[in-house]
């Protein structure tokens, strides 16, 4: 069954860094986009890197120069470097991609920012 898996997220300090890694299962056959995606309590959801199998990459604007989207051709992994993480990044971090058959959603993995 087709599905995507995220991982690396924890608590942290003000200031510091994690590493998200999102997996996709290999029956998910291709994959042209990947994404991840944040929502805190209260708040919607939203976009927070992209990359397509192109190239192309997204950042919020909020994210810009702290955050690194990173993936290989032809592996199924994807990885999200945080570093210099503020309160505001707390959320739930979810992976989705993209591939000719439709969307997959990761169940999401858990960010704290907090002293």
């Known amino acids: 069954q087709a599905q995507v898996v995220e991982s690396g997220g924890g608590l942290v300090q003000p200031g510091g860094s994690l590493r998200l890694s999102c997996t996709a299962s290999?029956?998910?056959?291709?994959?042209?986009?990947w994404a991840w995606y944040r929502q805190a309590p209260g708040k919607k959801r939203e976009l927070v890197a992209s990359?397509?199998?192109?190239?192309?990459?997204y950042y919020l604007d909020s994210v810009k120069g702290r955050f690194t989207i990173s993936r290989e051709n032809g592996k199924y992994t994807m990885e999200l470097q945080m570093d210099r993480l503020a309160p505001d990044d707390t959320a739930v971090y979810s992976c989705?991609?993209?591939?000719?058959?439709?969307?997959?959603w990761g169940q999401g993995t858990q960010v704290t920012v907090s002293s």
């Open positions: 989705n991609v993209q591939s000719p058959r439709g969307g997959v």
């Open positions: 290999e029956d998910i056959i291709s994959i042209y986009y």
């Open positions: 990359i397509t199998n192109a190239g192309v990459i």
